[in-house]
């Protein structure tokens, strides 16, 4: 039976190396402390680990995480109040208000009102001022930007 077909079990594969996006890896000072704490998490915990699937797990993470360390480039937000990476903005869009920061890809968690810039919403909004009516593609449709707050 040619190799091709033989099944591994789960317990012999290594796990897949996690994606890295393209581009810039654009962070805020706290994005960058997010990623200096992940390597340190996995770091400790590579030394108590016996399992070597959990080890192999961990060692991929930790590559992840100093490759995003090593490519990360830290912008302070805008004091002024154009929409940019790191500002906080207050939007109404469909009749309701959203507020959220624009941030890094492995600093956005929607739920915590984080957003990625690379985001539709960030895209469309990034350059903005309070006052201004952006058109955006549906489903975003119209987005007034209320205010934004650059360095908190």
Known sequence: MSRAF??????SAPPPERMVDEG?????PEG????EAHIARIEAAMKTETNVLLRETLARDLRYWEIRK?????????????VAFGSTVTITRKGRQQTFRIV????ADASNGMI???SPMAQAILGAR???IVEAPEPLGEIDILSTQGRN
Do not use: C, M, W
């Open 32 to 35: 960058l402390a997010q990623i």
């Open 130 to 132: 309070p006052g201004d």
């Open 116 to 118: 990625s810039h690379r």
């Open 104 to 107: 890094g890809v492995d600093e």
């Open 70 to 82: 090593a490519s990360a480039e830290v912008v302070t937000p805008s004091s002024d109040d154009t």
């Open 6 to 11: 033989v099944k591994e079990t789960a317990e």
């Open 24 to 28: 810039p890896n654009l962070v805020t």
